[in-house]
Structure formats: C-alpha cells, structure tokens
C-alpha cells in the first residue's frame, strides 16, 4: 500500500538554527499539505499545495517558515530560524483530485524539538 | 470560518464498555467529516468518513459514527472498547471552498484499562 514518506523522523536543533523537513507524497496525488501539531491539541494547516503552486499558506508564519514544492512532487518545508514555541510533530498529507478529494493520507510526522 | 469542537478531552474506560465521543462543528456549507485515529507511537490513521448518503457510517476496527444535520454533530461510538482501543481521537471537517484542508478539533485521549 502506498503511503506518504517523510524525513527525518526525529528533529532535535538549537534554537536560531535552520531546520528542513522532507515530504514524498502518495504517487500522483496532486494536493499536499504540511500540518503542525503542538502536543496535546490537534494538527493545524501551515500551507497546502496544488501540484507546485501554494493554495493557502495564510497560517504558515512567513517570517521564518518557506515550503516550497518545485516540481508537484516532493516537497520541502524550513524554519529559519528556529525557535523554542516550534517545537512539535510537523505533518505532511496528501489527496488525490475528484470525488475523493476529501480524503487526506498522513505521513509518520518529523517530531521537532527546539532547545 | 470552520471549527470543530470535541467535548471530552480524557477518557477512560474499562474493558467491554461503550464509548460514545461528542464531535460538534460550525460551518454554513455542505461538509466532509472525519474521524482520525493516533495510537501511541504511530501515525495519523483514518477511522472512518462521511462525505454524503447515510449518515451512519461504520469504520475500521468496529466504529461508527452517525451524522446528524441538524444539530451540526458527528459523533463516534463502539459497543465495546478493547485495551488497543487506547490512542488519541480526532474529529475533523473539511470543505470544498476551502481546498479540503483539514479542520481537526483539539482531540479526545481514550484509556481502556483491562
């Protein structure tokens, strides 16, 4: 079964240091979503893609965090610098277009922690 | 804008009793509603979805949930928890005009104790 693929599993970094997160999605899914979620509450869109270009990325704090997704494929979201509150489990999902757009597929997640 | 709000934040069961979790939502337009499943060390896994038809839908692992217009509600429930019932339990909405982004609620963290 094809499953979303993210990298690394396990982030620990010094705070104003740079961090990047790597997602593959499912093949042929063209919507990508990256979602952050602070323990103990639920995950929260950061920034969506249609194939390369950004559909809504009005929660991603645009000052320190960039995703890019040059080729409608893979995709690739940063912090720089980081800092103490963006410690959390940072998601990536994907859909595929048509009836069951609605559907999402999750990554295991990239836990980050900032110190 | 969507939100999505779960009513029970912890709860614990014992083994082979029912569980019933509250999920209400606000939102003026037609909806997809889900329920996501996180057991310990594992990734997001979906429980079940309601995108249209009946509004009793059954899941993975016995679960079910009934959707009910009018009262905004999407409630999950199974007749009879097992200890790897154990996890965290998310409601979450989407919708067409907003790119089918998921909304999730702050999530509901089940215990069955054997």
Redesign the interface.
Known sequence: EAEVAQSPRYKITEKSQAVAFWCDPISGHA?L?W?RQIL??????LV?F?DESV??DSQLPKDRFSAERLKGVDSTLKIQPAELGDSAMY?C?S?SAGAS?????????TRLTVL | AQS?SQHNHHVILSEAASLELGCNYSYGGTV?L?W?VQYPG?????LL?Y?SGDPLVKGIKGFEAEFIKSKFSFNLRKPSVQWSDTAEY?C?V?A?D??????????TSLLVTP
């Open positions: 919507t979503y979602y103990g509450q639920g995950p929260e869109l969506q249609q559909v809504d998601l999902a859909s757009s609605g559907q999402q597929f999750f990554g295991p997640g | 999505v997809n889900f996501y594992q990734h997001l896994q979906l979805k995108f998310f979450a989407n067409r907003s790119g089918y982004a998921l909304n999730f609620g702050k999530g």
